[in-house]
């Protein structure tokens, strides 16, 4: 069935450092990617989405490119600050099923 | 703000007994789906509702229920409660019913604690 596989945590980086979480994922179809982020106390948010290969999400100085040859969808930014430390989760949506299947979500902390 | 409603955002309840949670979707969505959230067990998915009828089944215990409304607001139904079953329990609405690929919107989540 389909899934998502994200890296495991939780990562601690010190400000300006750069940021990568693998993502990866099993489909049949064709589906759509997000990163959602989850700040602490809060519900989950999207942070980006792309929708079909070699497509490119990006917002607040977050991206991930949308990789069907890797099934990836790696979320990176270029220099993180402290606002950023949150839980970050990957996310498919099957257009077959129905349904939306979450990664298991990486904890990131980052240090002034 | 995503436009999701969560109630109520805190609940302590003592073990056997029986809780409802209610959400109401963003305007305009069809879909309403919902989360549990747990240290070891992570984000789970336990059902979705689209339009009034159930729509995908997920990690959903027997004890849990849950229903959408004609006004589309859904409410979820624990019964006979655990310490097991202390999470978070979120909601989320999308427009579509989730085959189309577009976004879901989460609430801000219900926090249950059984003692």
């Known amino acids: 069935g389909d899934s998502v596989t994200q890296m495991e945590g939780p990562v601690t980086l010190s400000e300006e450092a750069f940021l990568t979480i693998n993502c990866t994922y099993t489909a049949t179809g064709y589906p759509s990617l997000f990163w959602y982020v989850q700040y602490p106390g809060e519900g989950l948010q999207l942070l980006l989405k792309?929708?079909?290969?070699?497509d490119k999400g990006s917002n607040k100085g977050f991206e991930a490119t949308y990789r069907k040859e890797t099934t990836s969808f790696h979320l990176e930014k270029g220099s993180v600050q402290v606002s950023d430390s949150a839980v970050y989760f990957c996310?498919?949506?099957?257009?077959?099923?129905?349904?939306?299947?979450f990664g298991t979500g990486t904890s990131l902390t980052v240090i002034p | 703000d995503s436009g999701v409603t969560q109630t109520p955002k805190h609940l302590i309840t003592a073990t056997g007994q029986r809780v409802t949670l209610r959400c109401s979707p963003r305007s305009g969505d069809l879909s309403v789906y919902w989360y549990q959230q747990s240290l070891d067990q992570g984000l789970q998915f336990l059902i979705q509702?689209?339009?009034?009828?159930?729509?995908a089944k997920g990690n959903i215990l027997e004890r849990f229920s849950a229903q959408q409304f004609p006004d589309l607001h859904s409410e979820l139904n624990l019964s006979s409660l655990e310490l097991g079953d202390s999470a978070l329990y979120f909601c989320?609405?999308?427009?579509?019913?989730?085959?189309?690929?577009?976004?879901?919107?989460f609430g801000e989540g219900s926090w249950l604690t059984v003692v």
């Open positions: 509702y689209y339009n009034g009828e159930e729509r």
């Open positions: 996310a498919l949506s099957d257009r077959g099923r129905n349904q939306f299947y």
């Open positions: 989320a609405s999308s427009v579509g019913s989730g085959g189309t690929g577009g976004t879901i919107y």
């Open positions: 792309a929708t079909k290969a070699d």
